[in-house]
């Protein structure tokens, strides 16, 4: 398939220089799951089209990766609203988890998916149970993940690391590589030194990346200290964790010998902004992070504690955020903001050809409006398109060259069905959870 998108606006999309760029009356030429040209229509070079996308009056830019989430909790949405972080997890979201089982699973993961590429999304990383069945929807519908079969292990065991191990052989770069694996330990707390030095040594033997939660509440640090006499960084980089390249979701209590730590190893920050506020948890110090040096990229975290997968959000709260507690208005900038959205999550998730618009790159890129009232007049479109846009602007949303969302309609999957077993899923769980002798929230 040979699809050309014209009459745009085109960002290529940013590594965090200055600003970002915005070529006036662009074209983009695909050619099967690739980009051929991308810049200026008088430059474009003669090209064949099966079809011509005319994307007047729309900005083409980069899909949005989101380097962090758990996709089918969607099912989960607003379960325990406003408890604290150890009540949400013990009285709300561990007892449904219980009542998971493979057709639960399928629609929930769906019915994320179909919110990501609605709100121009494009990839993301995950880390959940069921792995298996998400990769069956990921085949499906198209999008592009990394997927992480959590474990937690206590007893060393590593019943979870096997199964997280047996997918990744089974799945990793399958369909055309848009699935790949990682190996996703969940945390400090969750796991032994024993079990943490195995992931390490299986994530090189695999050429996996690990995805871990890190220093996400004062009582992830305060635990670890105690445990382990180190911090969350110092210790994973004791047990040779960050020899492998590691997506650390969190990162909100971090000194800046952790910070360091993080640079020097090269590990990618998965920066949940809406879930770290939501929780309760804190303000990673991601300005600190960024002057430092380190990559930060953006995530939402799961729908439990979001409540929803638009990571428009969370690109207008990063600069906010550091804003409010810098006092220092030029503290983040946009395009180190896109590129956070972008590009970094891209290259976290060991793709060197995605996250830009540019020849040789994946062909994911969204169209979005700027024919609404929300983004006029365009007197800084840097700025509208970071402070001013909404997920809802997105009017295509193309993986791999292929246009899986377009004005309301998904290409690979059933709306309808999906909402319709979104109600009524929902409400089996609970529905097993509240027969199972749990209290009923
Ligand atoms: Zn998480």
């Not at 007047?56 to 380097?67: D, H, K, Q």
């Not at 179909?114 to 990769?135: C, K, P, Q, V, W």
């Not at 402070?387 to 602007?393: K, L, M, T």
């Not at 009017?395 to 899986?404: D, E, Q």
Request: net charge negative.
């Amino acid at each position: 398939m040979r699809t050309r998108m014209t009459n745009i606006i085109l960002t290529p999309g940013a590594t965090g220089e200055s600003h970002i760029t915005f070529i006036p009356n662009a074209e983009v030429q695909i050619d099967g799951n690739l980009i051929v040209y991308a810049g200026s229509a008088a430059h474009a070079p003669r090209f064949e089209a099966d079809e011509t996308i005319d994307g007047a009056g729309c900005l083409c830019m980069p899909g949005l990766v989101n380097l962090h989430t758990h996709t089918p909790m969607t099912y989960l949405r607003s379960a325990g609203a406003d408890l604290a972080l150890d009540d949400w997890l013990n009285k709300a979201i561990f007892p449904l988890e219980k009542q998971w089982d493979e057709d639960l699973i399928r629609s929930a993961t769906d019915l994320g998916c179909m919110e990501m590429l609605r709100f121009g999304t494009t990839s993301f990383n995950d880390m959940y149970f069921h792995t298996g069945i998400m990769a069956e929807a990921l085949r499906d519908n198209g999008m592009r993940a990394t997927l992480g079969h959590g474990i937690v292990d206590f007893d060393e065991s590593c019943a979870d690391m096997v199964e997280g191990v047996a997918m990744a052989e089974k799945w990793n770069h399958a369909c055309d590589d848009r699935i790949r694996f990682s190996l996703a330990p969940h945390s400090e707390g969750a796991t032994t030194p024993v079990l943490l030095r195995k992931v390490a040594q299986t994530a090189k033997q695999l050429n996996v990346r690990i995805h871990i939660h890190v220093s996400e509440t004062d009582f992830d640090l305060q635990g670890c200290l105690r445990r382990r006499g180190l911090t969350p960084p110092a210790y994973l980089e004791q047990l040779g964790v960050l020899d492998v390249p590691v997506i650390a979701a969190h990162c909100v209590w971090f000194s800046d010998a952790d910070i360091e730590i993080f640079r020097r190893h090269g590990c990618v920050i998965a920066h949940n902004p809406v879930s770290n506020l939501k929780l309760a948890s804190g303000v990673a110090p991601i300005s600190k992070m960024l002057a430092a040096g380190c990559h930060v990229a953006l995530g939402t975290d799961g729908v439990a504690s979001n409540n929803n997968l638009n990571l428009w959000e969370e690109l207008k709260l990063m600069p906010m955020l550091q804003k409010g507690v810098t006092l220092n208005p030029t503290v983040v900038s946009p395009a180190q903001t896109l590129a956070a959205a972008t590009v970094e999550g891209a290259r976290a998730m060991g793709y060197d050809h995605l996250g830009l618009l540019e020849k040789g790159y994946l062909a994911d890129l969204i169209l979005l409006d700027l024919n609404v009232p929300n983004m006029l007049p365009a007197i800084d479109l840097e700025s509208n398109l970071i402070y001013a846009a909404q997920g809802s602007d997105v009017r295509l949303t193309m993986v791999n060259g292929k246009v899986l969302y377009r004005d309301g309609k998904f290409t690979t999957l059933n709306r309808e069905g999906l909402l319709q077993k979104a109600r009524d899923g929902a409400e089996t769980m609970r529905r097993r959870m509240e027969a199972s002798g749990a209290a009923r929230l």
